[in-house]
């Protein structure tokens, strides 16, 4: 039996989105470390900061991945968009366990206004009483 490759199921929860999908993706010692908070963040945490975003991100103009290296274990995919007319160039990094479940996930952005800006926004999505339940 082939394994699924974690990416794949990446690409899949934040298409459709589906948060199930992306819940059951991650390992119960999954860290998150977000490009705005220097500590990470543990699973149930580290699942709200990805909805808020999501939510950021995915109602962004023209959000693409450009760039993707997967290793075995590990991958790196570059992305970019446009939120309220600023440029965001970012990268996302994953580490995943041997049964395909993700243990590690950062994320970098560039420029210093684009990092200011999703900071603004992920703050508004983390205040919603919505993303919570």
């Known amino acids: 039996m082939q394994k699924i490759n974690p990416i794949d199921n990446w690409h899949k929860s934040i298409k459709e989105p589906n948060l199930s ?7 119960d010692e999954f860290l ?5 908070v220097f500590r990470p963040k543990e699973k149930y945490m580290g699942f709200i900061y990805l909805i808020a975003a999501s939510r ?4 962004a103009d023209n959000f693409t991945y450009s760039r993707e290296i997967i290793g075995e274990n590990d991958a790196m995919l570059e992305f970019s968009c446009e939120i309220n007319g600023i440029q965001i160039n970012g990268v996302d990094t994953f580490k995943w366990n041997e049964e ?3 243990i590690e996930m950062k994320v970098l952005l560039r ?5 200011d800006l999703i900071q603004q926004e992920m703050e508004k999505h983390l205040l919603n009483p919505e993303i919570w339940r």
């Open 21 to 27: 999908l992306l819940y059951e993706a991650l390992d």
């Open 32 to 36: 998150f470390y977000s490009p705005v």
């Open 56 to 59: 950021t991100f995915l109602t």
């Open 100 to 102: 395909g479940k993700f």
């Open 111 to 115: 420029p210093q206004k684009s990092l």
